[in-house]
Nanobody
């Protein structure tokens, strides 16, 4: 069974840091683009950052300079280092990956992990 499993969320004070991790497991032949999305209460899910298999990255403007996305292709894992967190970063964060499973590319989502920034 193919799945994405996230870890690393929690409660942090403004200005603090958290690191999210995502691991893909199952029979996966290849991993294409991977990304982190977030959804705050009452808002649509939005892309936070993404990284291609070649290492090219893309960030939402409001997290540039504060968040860093990385991946390990051999381990099929991805991380998001989040620094200088503020209340606007509070949301459920979802791992997303496009995986070659069987004979097709399939889009997978993790279960989500809560990030709360509050004093």
């Amino acid at each position: 069974q193919v799945q994405l499993v996230e870890s690393g969320g929690g409660l942090v004070q403004p200005g603090g840091s958290l690191r999210l991790s995502c691991a893909a497991s199952g029979t996966i032949s290849s991993v294409n683009v991977m990304g982190w999305y977030r959804q705050a209460p009452g808002k649509q899910r939005e892309l936070v950052a993404s990284v291609t298999g070649g290492g090219s990255t893309n960030y939402k403007d409001s997290v540039k300079g504060r968040f860093t996305i990385s991946r390990d292709n051999a381990k099929k894992t991805m991380s998001l280092q989040m620094n200088s967190l503020n209340a606007e970063d509070t949301a459920v964060y979802y791992c997303n990956a496009r995986l070659w499973v069987g004979r097709d590319w399939v889009n997978y989502w993790g279960q989500g992990t809560q990030v709360s920034v509050s004093s």
